[in-house]
């Protein structure tokens, strides 16, 4: 197949990918909205059996060691938070995407949910020292979602890594994004932003998820989000929690210093965050305690 035909292959694929229930959809939404509580989580998730099933199960846990069991939803939704209710929902709702075998990417099972994990774990903690307030729940939101599209080119990028790792080396292309497009005509933030679109997805979330590489090139009201996406991005690498064969393969847009004005030591901090949050959440989400950095 010609660039073109492997472009309309790619966007077919999209297509075919499940729809996430209405659910995790409206627990999306509701992660962007300023004013909201434990109380509306709740009346979303107690309509879905399989959600609710599956946060009982998470929250009765050997993670969570608790002492008696917990029965009521209300109950598991306030000693889960939040981002840990959106992680569940979004896990069981694009497993398909994140649990499978990222061939393209030269990364075994289970590699982009941990990144998609940790990203949006720093990002949450990223977000606290903006110039500018920074939603902290929606940057988690948009760290879980920022990579969605790996899992849809994965399949069409087979036996193009060392291609790509040559390709970069010789300065044929500036990273991995533009290998992407090079090769399929389109990338991966581009490929997660259609699919966002089709899941119908509220603002900003397709927004961040097709800039995280590029915040430059987005409105400056969403600057200082998806310049905390974009950094989360590069931690969650940094730490030895990427994706396989484009493990920080991509330029760092140091212009977040004008939105997220982190100092070395301040950035040690927030390394250091990321991965004791990220070492709870193997334990939830991975079913055992686990090291950040495998």
């Known amino acids: 197949m010609n660039r073109q035909e492997k472009q309309a292959a790619v966007r077919e694929a999209i297509n075919k990918v499940p729809l996430i229930s209405s659910a995790a959809a409206r627990l999306l939404e509701l992660s962007g909205e300023s004013e909201h509580g434990i109380v509306d989580i709740v009346n979303i998730v ?22 008696t069991e917990v029965y009521s939803i209300d109950h598991a939704v306030s000693l889960l938070g939040e981002d840990m209710v959106v992680g569940i929902a979004m896990s069981e709702a694009a497993a398909l995407l994140f ?12 590699s982009l949910w941990r990144h998609d994990l940790k990203t949006a774990i720093a990002a949450k903690i990223i977000a606290g020292y903006a110039r500018t307030k920074v939603n902290g729940d929606l940057a988690f939101t948009c760290g879980l979602l920022h990579d969605l599209g790996k899992g849809v080119l994965s ?21 991995y994004a533009a290998a992407e497009r090079a090769i399929l005509g389109i990338d ?37 989000l998806l310049y905390t996406i974009h950094l989360a991005d590069i931690v969650a690498m940094m730490s030895g929690v990427g994706t396989g064969s484009d493990d920080l393969q991509y330029t760092l847009d140091t212009a ?18 990321v991965e004791q949050e990220f070492s709870k959440a193997a334990a939830v989400f991975l079913g055992k305690e686990e090291e950040a950095s495998e």
């Open 46 to 67: 107690k309509y879905d059996a399989v959600l609710t099933s599956q946060i009982l199960k998470v929250v009765n846990s050997a993670a969570f060691a608790r002492r």
């Open 99 to 110: 649990d499978k075998k990222l061939e393209g990417y030269a990364a075994e099972a289970g």
């Open 155 to 175: 399949d069409f990028l087979r036996n193009t890594p060392e291609k790509i790792r040559r390709a970069m080396e010789e300065k044929k292309v500036p990273d």
């Open 188 to 224: 991966h933030a581009e490929a997660g932003y259609e699919l966002s679109l089709n899941w119908n997805l509220p603002a900003p979330l397709p927004q961040a998820i097709r800039f995280h590489h590029q915040p430059a090139l987005i409105d400056e009201a969403l600057k200082p």
């Open 256 to 273: 977040y210093e004008m939105y997220i004005p982190l100092s070395g030591n301040e950035l040690a901090m927030v390394m250091l965050g």
